[in-house]
């Protein structure tokens, strides 16, 4: 697509609740990242996809939280027996890799999860 | 370790003035620096992408440039309108497919008063 697209735009849920969030990148980006962040706060990173592997998985806060890419293409972000500390703006941004050449980030509008 | 800060914070400016937004880093081994704007609650737009072997890039209103040997860029934006309202970020990409190769600074937030 034109840019990175992301779903729902707002997510309520209730504390306990599984939700999914997803992104879907630039047509031919193989690079996929997500970041949170919390309100009034910058950005955390969370995980990195290339392709279909997700190299870097570093940031990801506890288990409760996974994702997956699929087709080199959609990511879904998993939060299960969501909690209150997880309300947030779930950011998801694509790229090209580095092959000797810096291209920037495009971001998409983020998911606001708000667990009540 | 790559570290990107901001300054200032925070920047409250009547209607029409230019005004420089500053991001410096620490570490000069970088593939380019970006900037976004970023309006509450939402996502990060990409504003202007300089490549490391660039001086600046212009788009609009906007001009931002990059001393790399100083670990410097600036964020100029002339005849700022309500609009311009926002945190501005800026972001250093680093060599290397991995997860944190983008490094972000924390931001500085405008408010153009009508």
């Known amino acids: 697509g034109a840019g990175v697209s992301q779903s729902p735009s707002n997510k309520v849920t209730e504390k306990g609740k599984d939700v999914e969030l997803r992104c879907d990148p630039i047509?031919?980006?193989?690079?996929l990242y997500w970041y949170r962040q919390s309100l009034g706060q910058g950005l955390e990173f969370l995980i990195y996809f290339q392709g279909n592997s997700a190299p870097d998985k570093s940031g990801l806060p506890s288990d409760r939280f996974s994702a997956e890419r699929t087709g080199g293409s959609v990511s879904t972000l998993t939060i299960q027996r969501t909690q209150q500390e997880d309300s947030a703006v779930y950011l998801c941004?694509?790229?090209?890799?580095?092959?000797?050449w810096g291209y920037g980030y495009t971001f998409g509008s983020g998911t606001r999860l708000t667990v009540v | 370790k790559q570290e990107v800060t901001q300054i200032p914070a925070a920047l409250s400016v009547p209607e029409g003035e230019n005004l420089v937004l500053n991001c410096s880093f620490t570490d000069s081994a970088i593939y380019n620096l970006q900037w976004f704007r970023q309006d509450p609650g939402k996502g990060l737009t990409s504003l202007l992408l300089i490549q490391s072997s660039q001086r600046e890039q212009t788009s609009g209103r906007l001009n931002a440039s990059l001393d790399k040997s100083s670990g410097r860029s600036t964020l100029y934006i002339a005849a700022s309108q309500p609009g311009d309202s926002a945190t501005y970020l800026c972001a250093v990409r680093l060599f290397g497919n991995y997860g944190q190769n983008f490094v972000f600074g924390p931001g500085t937030r405008l408010s153009v008063l009508p």
């Open positions: 941004a694509s790229s090209l890799p580095d092959s000797g």
């Open positions: 047509s031919g980006h193989t690079a």
